[in-house]
């Protein structure tokens, strides 16, 4: 298989074939992140040649275990999606002619990589198999989608995930508790929840901002220009943010960066996951959790 660095995937694609549409970050700007630096490149698109021995070998690996069915394809890659409609197509046909039962493609998306798409070509991408997109929207929080260099802002995410909801495909969003910085947590938390409620998301999974000496976002603290939250206040904001979501949507803080792993369906489950983010903040002490985060070698 054609795999290029580490390979990343949401918790929730587990079960999903991965094939390497993409390798790196059409973006590569965002000053928390470290994830594509083991490439000696920021972005690369997957020649088409080995996307199709990889579904190739997989299929052959598939029939060795009496098992030739494929039910989903994860397209690998830091955003797949912003790929030209016509490659995404391109590729759907490419996954069928080896996987003609196969049921849905997803892939992680930017924000910005709606926008290089037309309503018509969304809608055709739906038919086409694209569905449960996974959106990195960190925050709804101008102040620090501004200061990371996402890319993007709050209103963004509004304009292009009502696209998608027009579309039908769905998403799920990424959470990144912590990026609004010490004293601000918990605005951060609210600011998202404002924008999550006028869409429609399936999941939103919360990551824990964890720094690291290679980050960019290191150097600024350095500098004095920013201040990381203390460990308890990350568990204060997803309380604020939990609070404060009023649409029905998994809810899961379960990543390696999250020292305890918390989940539920909101709102049904919301006592439930609000009690356990109580216990935490009352009785975890601070230099627990920080150990934690400190002996975190790699996400």
Known sequence: MHYTGTVWRP???????????????????????????????????????????????????????????AARVFLVGANPFVLSAARLLETAALICKYFPDNKSIGCFSRITDITLKTDGELAELQRAGYDGLTIGIETGDNEALRFMNKGYEAQDILTQCRRLDKAGISYNFFYLTGISGAGKGEKGAYDTAAICNQLQPKVIGANMLTIYKNAELYQEIQNGNWQEETE????????????????????????????????????????????????????????????????????
């Open 232 to 299: 308890i206040e990350k568990y204060k904001e997803l309380r604020t943010l939990v609070e404060h979501l009023n649409i029905p949507v998994w809810f899961a803080a379960g990543g390696a960066s999250n020292a305890i792993p918390i989940q539920g369906y909101l709102p049904r489950d919301r006592k439930k996951v609000l009690s356990v983010l109580e216990e935490i903040i009352q009785n975890v002490k601070e230099e627990e959790l920080r150990d934690y985060r400190k002996n975190l070698r790699h996400l």
């Open 11 to 69: 918790p929730y694609e587990a079960s999903s074939l991965l094939i390497e549409a993409t390798a790196g970050c059409t973006h590569h700007k965002c000053k928390f992140c470290t994830l594509y630096e083991d490439l000696p490149f920021k972005f690369r698109m997957t020649p088409p040649e080995d996307m199709e021995a990889d579904l190739k070998e997989a299929k052959e690996q598939f029939r060795l275990w009496n098992y030739n069915r």
